[in-house]
């Protein structure tokens, strides 16, 4: 029934286009990107930055860098116009936060976006954010991410873990828009989100999770809509769709998805919580049946009944947002890896909970 629902609303809701009609405030962005050890692909977004068709004195692009050991501020520095700054503190659980928060402080405007140093964003990006504002009025939005195997190669040669990471993202990310048009609120990415500053100071910035590693994007999302309860709004548009790199081995991929399913135990909203627990047993259900399997190979038709109908009930919403993202080439995978998905929610799900896990070459909880 979940799924259900996430298809309709991702279906019900129209895609953004920008109209004549729509008074065009000037809006100043500030662009955050906290960096750390990304010296092969920070350039690529830089260059994406200031290719912007949006007008250069209406936005500013702000690098902060976290205690990178390789070549990120040197490269940042050979780009003119961006500031670079250097993230003193250490000792702390939370670096990402830190880094947002550092530059946000420095920001000059009154719009802060946020992307992450291992993305390329598209030339229409900002504007098409400033045609929102205009049109909505928000204080929060939250925006779509496409995973890619390559930020400037051919995307068409996947392996295995490529195809199932783009599988299993555009899952979570048309949940995120779903969730997010039905202020349901469960999920957001940070490589593509914007928010008011003052909202951010309205609400006490991070205070409250800046001790959780994670949670820069979901937890400040739940902040604003508490304060703002229509203020949290999806920009669905294809225009605006940001790049990210996908993980590159099955390690940093689970540690990836630990790391966001760490995110699930803060939240204050027990409903928000109550979806993500069914869901999580729901997948669970399937270990149980296998288990009985072993022991009785009578229920293997029922596993692959089991099998054969959540791959049928999810397919058409899977369906619905590959097409929107243009990766309807990989639906034909989509049934073999059900296994694969249904392992990894688990591990995941219960390694997330625990709230340990590594990132960037630390070890955090």
Known sequence: MIIIFYNR?????????????????????????????????????????QNQTYPKE????????????????????????????????DQINSYKKKAIETGIAAAQNEWIVCTDADCVTPINWLIIYSSFINKYHPSFIAAPV????????????????????SLDFITLQGITGASVFKKAHNMCNG?????????????????GIDDIASGDDMLLMYK??????????????????????????????FNQRIRWASKAKYYEDKRIFSVLLLVYLFNFSFFILLIITVFNIKYLYLLLVFW??????????????????????????????????????????????????????????
């Open 308 to 365: 054969i109908l959540k791959t049928v009930i999810e397919c058409p919403f899977i369906s619905n947002v590959s097409r929107f993202f243009n990766k309807q080439n990989l639906l034909k995978y989509f049934f073999l890896f059900q296994p694969l998905h249904i392992s990894y929610t688990i591990i995941a799900g219960f390694m997330g909970s625990l709230g340990k896990y590594e990132w960037k070459g630390r070890r955090v909880r």
């Open 58 to 89: 209406l936005f500013e692009i702000i690098v902060v860098d976290d205690h990178s050991t390789d070549n990120t501020a040197q490269i940042v520095k050979t780009f003119s116009d961006i500031k670079c700054i250097s993230l003193k503190d």
């Open 224 to 253: 604003i809509w508490k304060k703002y309860p229509d203020g949290v709004h999806y920009l669905k548009s294809k225009e605006v769709i940001v790049e990210t790199l996908s993980a590159d081995n099955w390690k940093a991929f």
């Open 146 to 165: 496409k995973l890619v195997s390559s930020l400037e190669a051919d995307h068409s040669k996947l392996n295995i873990l490529q195809i199932f990471q």
């Open 191 to 207: 490589a593509n989100l914007a928010y008011r500053k003052e909202a951010f100071y309205e609400v006490g910035g991070f205070k």
């Open 9 to 49: 609303s991702w279906k019900a809701m129209p895609d953004f286009h920008i109209t004549k009609t729509i008074l065009q405030k000037e809006i100043k962005f500030s662009v955050i990107i906290p960096a750390r050890n990304e010296d092969k692909n920070i350039g690529l977004l830089l260059n994406s930055l």
